[in-house]
């Protein structure tokens, strides 16, 4: 048996579906059980039921924004109810000074939840996806609606993202296989792409010839928090670009390695994807 935290999410729910195709039974965590949609067989649980949802329990997944401030109290129980393994997400920047993660102005606490797990003496796991590819829907899919040019700063600003199904299916494999505890694992997409190289690849994949227009990053950073993102994210996020123009890109392969598969490019991440860009 293992339970889900976060389980309706971005990676909750592939991650449920990944658990389900290895045969585990499976209870999620989730605020409104009655609409999340599970196949028959999984068990659904308001987090207020968290006692319930983990009697039994062989394995845990954490999500770092569903438990956040609980995180401690989570695993007190989960020690008490006797689970035998928690795997933790985090991010790939965990390890960074505070200020230079932009995800920390939203409000994440990826190294207070990692922080949590690894000292709570459970064996553990810790997975450190890169940034997700679909957060390029929420950059990006706005102006699509208003033409084929996608305006933005740092065209040459390049990362690995992340197919959210391979972040999944690592998460599922140190759930169910003990070969990786105690391990902080980084995971990356299968390469570093510039902005202004997966503008063309959405493009190519919705039939449209879409382009990259780089544009004053003060001007960007304006047009941002005019249209609701917090000052302080935008101006980290900038920060981020901005000095991370002039060192490589970091690529790992353990997707590969721990899943015997090639890592998801970010044009397989599209063509998955391609439906919601319109």
Known sequence: ????????????????EELL????????????????GFPAGVETFAPEAIH?????????????R???DNTDELL???????????????AINVDDDPGHQPSRYNGDRNAEVER???????????????????????????????????????GGFAEAVIHERDVAAVIARALL???????????????ALRLDEMVPIIGAAIGRPLRFQEVPAEAAAQAMIRNGLGEQFVRALMARY?????????????????????????????????????
């Open 52 to 64: 319930a949802a983990l009697r039994g329990v062989h394995g845990l997944f954490v999500h770092p």
């Open 242 to 278: 901005r000095r991370e123009m002039e060192r490589p890109a970091t690529v790992t392969t353990e997707v590969e390695t721990i899943l015997g598969r090639p890592a998801r490019g970010f044009a397989d991440w599209v063509g998955d994807h391609a439906g919601a860009w319109s």
């Open 177 to 191: 296989d003990d070969a990786l505890l105690g391990r902080k694992i980084p995971i990356t997409g299968p390469e």
């Open 21 to 36: 195709s290895g045969g585990a039974e499976i209870r999620a965590i989730t605020r409104d059980p009655q609409q999340a």
């Open 116 to 154: 949590a797990v690894t000292a709570s003496g459970l064996p553990w796991v810790a997975v450190r996806p890169s940034s997700f590819a679909i957060n390029t829907l929420g950059m990006w899919r706005g102006q699509l609606a208003f033409g084929d040019t996608v305006r933005g700063p740092y």
């Open 1 to 16: 048996m293992y339970l889900v935290t976060g389980a309706t999410g971005i990676i909750g729910r592939p991650l449920v």
């Open 76 to 90: 007190r129980l989960a020690a008490e109810q006797g689970v035998r393994k928690v795997v933790v997400m985090s």
């Open 66 to 68: 569903a438990a956040k």
